[in-house]
């Protein structure tokens, strides 16, 4: 009786471990929208990232556009939904609180992009300088000027109006500055930021703040204003952050890299 009790016991821990048991397959009985909705509260890098790769229905529903938008190049038939060949597209068709996964290889070509909405921008490779923003000197300058600040026409590639995250990418600015923060919560985390060398580097930033300096209409503005870098590599320029508001450079640590410097630091109210 003791050896039968002990194989029903082993069979059970068997069937009960097995994959194709009902318990292990629960999360697969449900509908479409039950995982999709699910899987819009993990984080797109890598939890979400890492779901695609479990089978090809996660695939399809992690990578669904109602998730997140793709700017990728390389692609030819842009009818497909969610898919769009630059960020100023994507960024224009995206809804408050959408993520735009910015695809590796190649230059993605930015100048004083708007964004007044909130959004999170991720490139697409396994390091952040796989992924190029670039925003090249005197670019659509005609079409979309920047905007005055400290006696200065500053060009960028983004402009940020809205709470926003950046992760995962490379900002280049040839003259000007990599971002131009105007309001709202920016988030910059494992990025790198670089102002290219050139005889005008005291005319470059890689982050500019006027948040609170009254430059701007006030239905622009918005409370909390601040921003967070973490984990980040930023390069050339007269200095990393220039503030001209409320705002001023606070709790800054730096770890030095055999090749690099690594920045953490906030810019908040006085």
């Known amino acids: 009786m003791e050896v039968e009790e002990l194989e ?33 509260f993990l984080s797109p890098i890598p939890d979400r990232y890492n779901t695609a790769l479990v089978c090809h229905r996660w695939c399809y529903l992690a990578c669904h556009p109602r998730l997140w938008l793709r ?12 898919v769009f060949p630059n960020i100023e597209e994507a960024v224009s068709a995206a809804r408050p609180g959408d993520t735009i996964l910015i695809a590796a290889g190649g230059s993605h070509l930015a100048s004083n992009i708007q964004i007044k909405k909130p959004l999170c921008l991720i490139g697409g490779g396994e390091l952040p300088d796989e992924t190029n923003v670039i925003c090249l000197r005197g670019s ?14 500053w060009s960028s590639a983004l402009e940020f109006l809205s709470t926003c995250k950046l992760t995962n990418l490379t900002v280049k600015a040839e003259l000007g500055c990599c ?6 919560r920016l988030i910059i985390d494992e990025c790198i930021l670089q ?31 601040s921003i967070s870098v973490s984990h980040t590599r930023i390069e050339g320029g007269a200095k990393a952050v220039l503030t001209s508001g409320d705002l001023a450079l606070q709790q800054v640590r730096v770890i030095y890299a055999r090749t690099c410097l690594y920045f953490w630091f906030d810019v908040d109210c006085r």
């Open 140 to 153: 659509d300058r005609e079409k979309q000027p920047a905007r005055l600040c400290c006696s200065f026409w």
């Open 8 to 40: 029903k016991r082993k069979s059970r821990k068997i069937t009960s471990s097995s994959p194709s048991s009902p318990s292990s397959a629960l999360i697969n009985n449900l509908d479409d929208g039950c995982l999709m909705h699910i899987f819009s």
């Open 71 to 82: 700017v990728d190049r390389s692609v030819q038939d842009f009818s497909e939904p969610g």
């Open 179 to 184: 971002l131009l923060h105007r309001s709202g």
């Open 195 to 225: 102002c290219e060398s050139n005889p005008l580097d005291y005319l470059s930033c890689p982050i500019v703040s006027t948040a609170g300096s009254g430059v701007f209409p006030s239905n622009l503005k918005s409370d909390g204003d």
